[in-house]
């Protein structure tokens, strides 16, 4: 049984700080291209970043550009999303996405993900106070 679990979310201020972890059991880590998600009250999910199995390539969407970091550590068996700058705006559940897939484009941020990405987990909230 697969599952993928995300953890970090929590209240945090206006400019803070906040480091998301991702695990995922039931597939073997290193196999798996990784990716964040959100979705705000009232909006469509986006998708924030996704990386490739080794890390290697990494892509992020417009609302994460320079301002989150994604990375992974295949040892730990563990995908990170560091967001700094945090704003009001960020304020969402935030996902974490797993797929079983050596190579990685682009279209992994594609519109919602339920196409590109098989695994998902439940999700970790996210809120920033102003």
């Known amino acids: 049984q697969v599952q993928v679990a995300e953890s970090g979310g929590r209240l945090v201020q206006a400019g803070g700080s906040l480091k998301l972890s991702c695990t995922v059991s039931?597939?073997?880590?290193?196999?798996?291209?990784m990716g964040w998600f959100r979705q705000a009250p009232g909006k469509q999910r986006e998708a924030m970043a996704c990386?490739?199995?080794?890390?290697?390539?990494?892509f992020y969407g417009e609302s994460a550009k320079g301002r989150f970091t994604m990375s992974r550590d295949n040892a730990l068996n563990t995908a990170f999303l560091q967001m700094n700058d945090l704003n009001p705006e960020d304020t969402a559940m935030y996902y974490c996405?797993?797929?079983?897939?050596?190579?990685?484009?682009?279209?992994?941020?594609?519109?919602?993900?339920?196409?590109?990405?098989?695994?998902w987990g439940q999700g970790t909230r996210v809120t920033v106070s102003s």
């Open positions: 990386i490739s199995w080794n890390g290697g390539k990494k």
């Open positions: 039931g597939l073997t880590f290193a196999d798996l291209a």
């Open positions: 996405v797993a797929e079983e897939r050596v190579s990685l484009s682009s279209e992994c941020l594609t519109g919602d993900g339920a196409e590109y990405w098989d695994h």
